[in-house]
């Protein structure tokens, strides 16, 4: 019904920077609040930054300064981008969206998740 598609990881050196996008498509009414969040190996899952409809945001103490999240509302897409990349930032990525589908069921759906990797 709802697809979360993201896309932008890769490999990356320390200092550098990466852009991803995670587009919503399907039977779709409206979104809420978006996210990113992150599993390292061996780590729980932890959100880096949310963003809501309005445009109210929320990041991680550890990639505040360094990370910017954004949407655009018309193409149910969020970006995060990525700056003064740390080897600590390796993880897969996943997008998250709380959502109202055309039936005016509420639900959560995740992104099949995107890996990055800062290496020199």
């Known amino acids: 019904q709802v697809q979360l598609v993201e896309s932008g990881g890769g490999l990356v050196q320390p200092g550098g920077s990466l852009r991803l996008s995670c587009a919503a498509s399907?039977?779709?009414?409206?979104?809420?609040?978006m996210g990113w969040y992150r599993q390292a190996p061996g780590k729980q899952r932890e959100l880096v930054a949310a963003i809501t409809r309005g445009g109210s945001t929320n990041y991680a103490d550890s990639v505040k300064g360094r990370f910017t999240i954004s949407r655009e509302n018309a193409k149910n897409t969020v970006y995060l981008q990525m700056n003064s990349l740390k080897p600590e930032d390796t993880a897969v990525y996943y997008c998250?969206?709380?959502?109202?589908?055309?039936?005016?069921?509420?639900?959560?759906?995740w992104g099949q998740g995107t890996q990055v990797t800062v290496s020199s």
């Open positions: 998250n969206a709380d959502l109202f589908l055309a039936s005016n069921k509420r639900n959560f759906y």
């Open positions: 399907g039977s779709i009414f409206s979104i809420n609040a």
